[in-house]
């Protein structure tokens, strides 16, 4: 995965008025709360690579 990737996943997968995942809704006829796994994922990913990028740059 890359960053676009999970990019788009964050786009799509965002709360809906009731409190449930509209991705999630639209991909797979889910109702799943907000934040779904997919949206942990996603952020889990990006905090991972933005931490490997700052301890990178100190060396």
Known sequence: ?????EQ??????????DGTCVGCQLWW???TPYPCWQVEWATS???RA??????GGIR
Not at 1 to 5: I, L, S
Not at 50 to 55: D, G, K, P, Y
């Open 1 to 5: 995965m890359n960053d676009n990737q």
């Open 8 to 17: 788009r996943i964050l786009a799509v997968h965002v709360r809906g008025l």
């Open 29 to 31: 006829s889910r109702l």
């Open 45 to 47: 990913r990006r905090a």
């Open 50 to 55: 933005i931490t490997a990028r700052f301890l």
